[in-house]
């Protein structure tokens, strides 16, 4: 049940003034914290949608606090997202850079494998992605992954299991 606060987030008066109390300087501490201006807006942006939403559960005494740990959280989750998508990338141009002794005809198949790989891993929806990578790539166990998605360890399993079960069925038409 939702609190009703005397004055009200709700109410667009506070909200707005909120807004224009804190958004220089929320702007200002994520822009410092990730070195990126344009993240940094989008953060603030979305921190007070997501203020905005639930304006009813937050009370006008915790909405700065709120609005700082959201949008904190939310770059943090960014940032590790373009980690993982980082890792990727160049662990797959490391195994094209790699040299060999085997004949063109599998070294073309190999690329035409590592081509639909990359390919089957970017079209998994985003939660799975992160934990196949976070796994597979970073070596993280379901406990650590857990750990940073703020889930169960059984929420991972279930993530993981989806996403090999898409892998294993965008990669069967293969054939090595």
Known sequence: MPHSFKNSICEERLYELLFKRQAKALRNYLCAKFGDMQLAEDLLQEAFVKLWEN??????????SYVFAVATNLGINQKRHEQVKFKNQSLIARKYKSTTNESPEFLMLENEFLEKFTKAIAELPDRQREVFLLS???????????????VSVKAIEKLMHKALLKLKKSLDDIKL
Do not use: G, H
């Not at 597979?136 to 998605?149: F, H, P």
């Open 55 to 64: 304006c009813d559960n937050v009370s006008p005494d915790k909405a700065k």
């Open 136 to 150: 597979r790539v970073e070596k993280k166990t379901y406990k650590e992954i857990a750990e940073l998605s703020n």
